[in-house]
């Protein structure tokens, strides 16, 4: 059960777009497609922002995709405005009823 | 909508035990898997348990396995958490959250705002 790898940070300016990468192994990220990604702004609760590899949930913006190549997941936000600047974080189902989330990602809006 | 309020934590010495208690309100409880998911200060996220939507099914990080205990009262629409012989890398906030409704494989959707644990003499 290893954390899956993430980029410490991440940043971009306002209207352009950043890709957040996930690398796990065949036993989680490469062997299912149960990859999900989390928003935290500092001191409030995870919020769900692509399920499934690239399903988004109700209300959240398109400018927000996922994708899976491999072993590798990632996320990229389009037309980045001031609100994306938090963490991210990634999750795979690894298996036998168990998950692994990603160390997380500092995104910064310069 | 979707509510879960954690409560429970607090300071505790090594070796003690507590139970974290999440109450869910704003969709049907009984019909829907739960985790538990913990963020030490500072940290990344952690997965901790899950347990399927009627209670027969529970499962465990390596890191607590055979000390925490997850179980839930579905008349009462609450989820638990035992925690027992913790640790000091045991401190973090616990989030309970509900399980997408996609099969046995989904990962959270909706989250608690937690409750803090912190471990020390």
């Known amino acids: 059960q290893s954390a899956l790898t993430q980029p410490r940070s991440v940043s971009g300016s306002p209207g352009q777009s950043v890709t957040i990468s996930c690398t796990g192994t065949s036993s989680d990220v490469g062997g299912y497609n149960y990859v999900s990604w989390y928003q935290q702004h500092p001191g409030k609760a995870p919020k769900l922002m692509i399920y499934d590899v690239s399903k988004r949930p109700s209300g959240v913006p398109d400018r927000f995709s996922g994708s899976k190549s491999g072993n590798t997941a990632s996320l990229t936000i389009s037309g980045l405005q001031a609100d994306d600047e938090a963490d991210y974080y990634c999750c795979s189902y690894a298996g036998r009823y168990t998950w692994v989330f990603g160390g997380g990602t500092k995104l910064t809006v310069l | 909508q979707v509510q879960l309020v954690e409560s429970g934590g607090g300071v505790v010495q090594p070796g003690r035990s507590l139970r974290l208690s999440c109450a869910a309100s704003g969709f049907a409880f009984s019909t829907y898997g739960m985790h538990w998911v913990r963020q030490a200060p500072g940290k990344g996220l952690e997965w901790v348990a899950v347990?399927?939507?009627?209670?027969?099914?529970?499962y465990y990080a390596d890191s607590v396995k055979g000390r925490f205990t997850i179980s839930r009262d579905n008349p009462k629409n609450t989820l638990y958490l035992q925690l027992n012989s913790l640790r000091a890398e045991d401190t973090a906030v616990y989030y309970c959250?509900?399980?997408?409704?996609?099969?046995?494989?989904?990962?959270?959707?909706?989250w608690g705002q937690g409750t803090l644990v912190t471990v020390s003499s």
């Open positions: 959250a509900k399980k997408l409704p996609s099969g046995v494989e989904a990962a959270p959707d909706y």
């Open positions: 347990m399927s939507f009627d209670g027969s099914n529970k």
